[in-house]
């Protein structure tokens, strides 16, 4: 059988932000956020982005909605390279990809009703639905989020946390969209309504064929909801894989210490778990450490990480590949020597 095509490929994906300095804040250098990132989102599927705060999620997110310009690379959805379109046609792409962030208050205007905030979008795209129909679609987005749509005529102060975040994402699906990207959506929210967003997530996913890249900076909001998760440090990509082969058999170290801060609820059942604290803080992106960017802050470190750069390598065919020299270490044989930087 033919596999099917991605919906959405990233392709040694570079976005740099310039540095300036000096009196007349002339470009010096610059920061790449984001470091020869690939991958690939199939229809349907979620993709989970995970990684500490800065390694370059959010920077990957906005170059795939063009709000940052990629240095190289590509990002093909559904086959068209997005980094080569005009304006007008990026416009008539942005639809098929809606995001939904962290902060549902910066995105929904306090002085409109939920009806007018969704409508909106209509209004920006026109063709999606007919003027005569809105009230009606306005009525089932609302259901289709778990809202009371005789609410429809509230502000946005008269809904609770979780419930703004339904209006946001009500309004991402009033587009129709093929992917939607969460940077951080259910971060703001009390662990009880997290896991009543990423129910929501899931049974939309189910039932309208969505396709999820997920960001987030805690694994274990991502295990629920996707099948597959890549891990980023300081604008790499250092370990990619399906659920089942990142949360069992973890290669890279890195992974391993994010795996090991997730707090265990029940420590009876598992109560050797190891605990890695990783120390040291995160390099600055502008200047990262030669060879592994991650070999200032592991314990496995050795000559060869300061020297040679790992690339991915797949670690079993199912498409698990990690970006470390030693993979196959067991913690007990780890080399100690962590070089300077
Ligand atoms: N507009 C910008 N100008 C300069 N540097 C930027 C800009 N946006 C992001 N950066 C830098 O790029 C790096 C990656 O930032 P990004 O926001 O993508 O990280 P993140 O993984 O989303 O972090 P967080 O978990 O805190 O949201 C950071 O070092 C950040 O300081
Ligand atoms: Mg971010």
Not at 39 to 46: D, H, L, Q, R, V
Not at 68 to 84: H, M, N, P, R, V
Not at 86 to 101: C, G, H, T, Y
Not at 261 to 284: H, M
Request: with cysteine; hydrophobic share 35%; net charge positive.
């Amino acid at each position: 059988m033919e596999s099917p095509s991605p919906l959405l490929e990233v392709r040694e994906l570079v976005t740099a932000f310039p540095i300036k300095s000096g009196l007349f804040r002339r470009t010096t250098s610059e920061v790449q956020a984001v470091s020869k990132v690939s991958f690939k989102i199939y229809p349907g599927e979620a993709m989970g982005l995970v990684g500490e705060s800065g390694c370059g999620k959010s920077t990957v997110a906005r170059t795939i909605l063009g709000l940052e310009k990629a240095k190289s690379g590509s990002i093909f959805f559904e086959g068209k390279d997005l980094t080569k379109l005009s304006n007008k046609e990026m416009r008539a792409l942005r639809k098929d990809i809606q995001l939904v962030f962290q902060d549902p208050d910066a995105s929904l205007n306090p002085r409109m009703r939920v009806r007018e905030l969704i409508t909106e979008t209509w209004l920006v795209n026109p063709g999606i639905v007919e003027k005569e129909d809105w009230d009606k679609e306005v009525a089932k987005l609302m259901r289709l989020v778990g809202l009371n749509p005789n609410s429809a005529h509230h502000y946005p102060h008269q809904f609770s946390g979780g419930q703004r975040q339904r209006i946001c994402i009500a309004r991402a699906l009033a587009l129709r969209p093929k992917l939607i990207i969460c940077d951080e959506a259910v971060s703001a929210l009390d662990v009880s309504v997290q896991a009543q967003i990423l129910n929501l997530l899931q049974d939309l996913q189910q039932n309208l064929g969505l396709a999820y890249l997920f960001i987030s900076h805690d694994l274990s909001v991502v295990r629920h909801l996707c099948n597959r998760i890549s891990v980023m440090y300081l604008g790499k990509m250092i370990e990619t894989g399906d659920r089942e082969d990142i949360f069992e058999t973890p290669a890279h170290p890195y992974t391993k210490a994010l795996l090991s801060a997730i707090p265990n609820p029940k420590p009876w059942l598992n109560p050797n778990k190891d605990e890695i604290i990783l120390e040291g803080d995160i390099p600055s992106p502008a200047r990262p450490p030669s060879g592994c960017r991650f070999r200032t802050r592991c314990w496995k470190a050795h000559e060869i990480c300061k020297i040679e750069e790992p690339i991915l390598t797949p670690r079993n065919p199912n498409g698990h590949c990690s970006a470390c020299h030693f993979p196959m270490l067991q913690e007990s044989s780890a080399l100690h020597t962590v070089p300077g930087p």
